[in-house]
């Protein structure tokens, strides 16, 4: 009976002593932060600027000496503007030519009608010969094809010399210009090269085994690099079958959702690229708790304010950061820092982790 009593006691003072113990747990303040779970995965951010999607190189139609340019680069210009002409004199020269030659078949067609009626009243008279009226006929006929080649050629002569002048079709803005005044061109040599400011694009580079990772998935966040808050979203156009040779990157053209006014062409931009993924949560690298077993967390409960450990499964690993599967979800609270030194249901106070 005595002994019985002895080991009633044991057990009873042996409770009593863990329940001090686990009373005299300290509350610790701990950093934490609040689970938010990530449906996007970041690929990088990439400078790039805006460009029009459409650009034409003009060329004069002839050759010549260039003898002014009426724009420079950067100008703004409208359908029918003048952008250079040539020295026209060798086209105002072609021009008589064809003229004096038009007079001259004129004069040859005038005398070809006057013979062709002589010869056809002398035959009507019975005093002309069937020969003669043959010859006479045949020869307005054959001046009469001169005559027409003769206008040809100076329409065409016409022509020529309205060529000494590069006129614009379409407005645009002057992007280059591939040749100077006194410079002599030939025909359909690039002189200046336009582009057209109403439908532009994001263009970036990107790196070869990023740019063939490319797919439908991924979205491009487009934002001014001198004003962030100025931004829209993109879509992939195209994207350049080869490499450049020196940088070894791609050059990829997006498609703008919408059009910022201040996206004038030559902005730099910053394209940040994303790509849907499972859901996920990054956490800092030292909320990982890894010994035996599994990797874990500490949980904290709201109710509480005690913390208890909860498997995770790890994702991925960067030097600053974990990124988690599964485990851990939105809105709970994460304990940052201290994790090896909590024990299960101890009381905390808790303070969030400054983000910077």
Known sequence: MKAVVLGLCSVLLLAGCEKQAAESDPIRPVLSVIVQPQAQASLGRFAGTIEARYESTLGFRVAGRIARRWVDVGSEVKPGDTLASLDPADQRNQLRAAEGDLAKVQAQWINAQADARRQQQLFDRGVGAQAQLDAAQTNLKTTGASLEQARAAVAQA????????????HAAVVTNWQAEAGQTVSAGQPVVTLARP???????DLPTYLAEQLSAGLKFEVASQLNPSINTTATLRELDPQADAATRTRRAHLTLTATPESFHLGTAISVTLTSTVSPRSELPASALLEGDGPPRVWVVDPQQNTVATREVKLLERTPGSVVLSSGVQAGERVVTAGVNSLKPGQKVIVNEEDPR
Request: charged content about 40%; overall charge negative; cysteine-free.
């Open 198 to 204: 109403d439908i532009k694009e994001a263009v970036i």
């Open 158 to 169: 016409r022509d020529q010399l309205g060529y000494s002048e590069l006129k614009t079709d």
